[in-house]
Nanobody, 123 residues
Framework: QVQLVESGGGLVQAGGSLRLSCAAS????????MGWFRQAPGKEREFVAA????????VYADSVKGRFTISRDNAKNAVYLQMNSLKPEDTAVYYC????????????????WGQGTQVTVSS
């Protein structure tokens, strides 16, 4: 069993920055990859970024590439999402999740999810 708790969301103006955190407990954190997803009202949950177990490999959705950075600190059992140059279309609930194998881009390849944190970007 894994518990994930996201934090760091909020309201920010376009062009601003936020840093999301995801605290994990209940399993050896350093043994699995992690991902961030987001879901806007009326839309499907979509992939944002993922990072492998060591932090040495990352992947991003095209929509956030160059603006968002995913990182992790295995000593703190935490994964982060630094979001810069935010746009109104980044508004969504952001979720972290544990990846158990296969494609990073599919929600079906993640087994534990946090409750989400709301990010709202005003224009």
């Amino acid at each position: 069993q894994v518990q994930l708790v996201e934090s760091g969301g909020g309201l920010v103006q376009a062009g601003g920055s936020l840093r999301l955190s995801c605290a994990a407990s209940g399993r050896t954190f350093s043994s699995y990859a992690m991902g961030w997803f987001r879901q806007a009202p009326g839309k499907e949950r979509e992939f944002v970024a993922a990072i492998n177990w060591s932090g040495g490999s990352t992947v991003y959705a095209d929509s956030v590439k160059g603006r968002f950075t995913i990182s992790r600190d295995n000593a703190k059992n935490a994964v982060y999402l630094q979001m810069n140059s935010l746009k109104p279309e980044d508004t969504a609930v952001y979720y972290c999740a544990t990846h158990y194998g296969g494609s990073y881009y599919s929600t079906g390849r993640y087994d534990y999810w946090g409750q989400g944190t709301q990010v709202t970007v005003s224009s």
